[in-house]
């Protein structure tokens, strides 16, 4: 597959998006944070793709909190906030796409 420039613009775009996103974070009960990273993912895979991300994060949090805190037990007892972090962020990113797709769009074809 060949990109073109278009599209390393767009990927440069979202991963710089996702970075700043991630800054912005609000600390939850249970040790878990909500932050806008997982919007702007989201919001750039919007369809039947946002299932499959929240699945992907739950199972990536899920073996990450299993290997730091060396409990399956416990890291299945955590899996409940990173469904609340992704519901945030699809949440998030439905009410942001439809303005982001307008921003971009302005952007991309005045050439």
Not at 60 to 80: C, N, P, R
Request: some cysteine; overall charge positive; hydrophobic content about 60%.
């Amino acid at each position: 597959m060949k990109l073109k420039t278009r599209d390393i613009v767009y990927i440069g775009f979202i991963a710089a998006l996702c970075a700043v996103a991630t800054t912005i974070r609000i600390e939850i009960p249970g040790g878990a944070m909500v932050h806008l990273g997982s919007a702007a993912l989201f919001t750039s895979s919007i369809l039947i793709a946002l299932i499959i991300g929240t699945i992907w994060t739950a199972f990536g949090y899920f073996l990450a909190w299993w290997f730091v805190l060396e409990s399956a037990a416990v890291a299945a007892s955590k899996i409940q906030y990173s469904l609340i972090t992704s519901a945030a962020g699809i949440v998030v990113a439905i009410i942001l796409t439809p303005k982001l797709q307008k921003v971009v769009r302005r952007l991309f074809t005045k050439n």
